[in-house]
């Protein structure tokens, strides 16, 4: 089994220059942006491995477990962060927009573990962007917390572009080239906060589908019905809200489409066997 890491800090962000990486694969509890400013080797995600280089830039989620192998001597710099600064990012900014980037964050699995970033041009604005940030980080004037927020979100901004695009582009491919099937389930958890996307009408267009026949195709290649998984995964992401934030029960409730929050508390409970008061209390983290 993976060994899990833990932070108790909304954000960290520090650098490490290695010649061998000294840890097992493990996951944690918060997010993480790792940015290879130098090196090269091989990065495990979720049973993956991929070749990474200078310039390559990682997300990864409390949800992925992952190491290297080290090749060639590297700087890996971290952002570490929590939900918290999301939080505390949307209380000083309009919710709207920015908390849509921030769900298709928090809610798009590693299935493509690669590097965030194909574009030269991309990388070096988030490398310039990660400069910054550090310095401000590192410094305690009283303006430098909202700077830092300021410029997080920035980042998080440029990296949700890139991860759009790169969706964009995969949905264009043939579809012999590609499990169609997994491209589906990925929306639906990109987008489990948008109801409007996961519509049959929604998941027929954008997967040039039949409408009478998305049901069907979704439950002959998963054995579940539509309705089932887009609960499931409602479950999986509230599971992970109350685990790693403080958000109150009637706002999950909201984000995720239940009636009210007493709906969301009966049906979690069919589901998970706790209420979810219950279960932030067993498993906060």
Not at 69 to 78: G, M, P
Not at 156 to 181: C, G, Q
Request: proline share 2%; net charge positive; with cysteine.
């Amino acid at each position: 089994m993976a060994k899990r890491f833990f932070s108790k800090h909304a954000l960290n962000v520090f650098s490490l220059e290695l010649d061998k990486w000294e840890f097992p694969l493990h996951s944690h509890n918060f997010y993480e942006l790792i940015f290879i400013e130098k090196g090269s080797g091989s990065h495990t995600v979720n049973e993956i491995p991929l070749d990474y280089q200078k310039g390559d830039i990682f997300l990864l989620t409390p949800r992925d477990e992952h190491r290297f192998d080290i090749a060639e001597k590297t700087v890996f710099t971290f952002v570490k962060f929590t939900e918290q600064l999301f939080v505390e990012k949307t209380e000083n900014s309009a919710k709207g927009k920015w908390q849509r980037k921030i769900d298709s964050v928090l809610c798009n699995p590693n299935s493509q573990p690669d590097s965030i970033v194909s574009e030269k041009e991309e990388s070096e604005k988030l490398f310039s962007m990660l400069s910054l940030l550090r310095n401000e980080y590192e410094n305690s004037d009283f303006f430098s917390r909202q700077v830092v927020l300021n410029l997080f979100g920035a980042m998080i901004a440029v990296i949700v572009r890139n991860l759009n695009e790169r969706n964009s582009v995969l949905s264009k491919k043939e579809t012999d080239e590609m499990d169609k099937i997994n491209l589906i389930l990925g929306h639906i958890r990109q987008h489990i906060f948008e109801k409007e996307m996961l519509t049959i009408n929604a998941l027929a267009d954008k997967f040039h589908l039949s409408q009478n026949y998305v049901g069907i195709y979704i439950k002959k290649h998963t054995g579940s019905s539509l309705q089932s998984i887009i609960l499931d995964i409602k479950f999986k992401t509230a599971e992970r809200l109350l685990c790693s934030s403080n958000i109150p029960l009637k706002e999950i409730s909201n984000r995720l489409g239940f009636v009210d929050s007493s709906h969301f508390s009966t049906m979690f409970k069919k589901h998970n066997g706790n209420t979810p008061s219950s279960y932030r209390k067993i498993n906060k983290r």
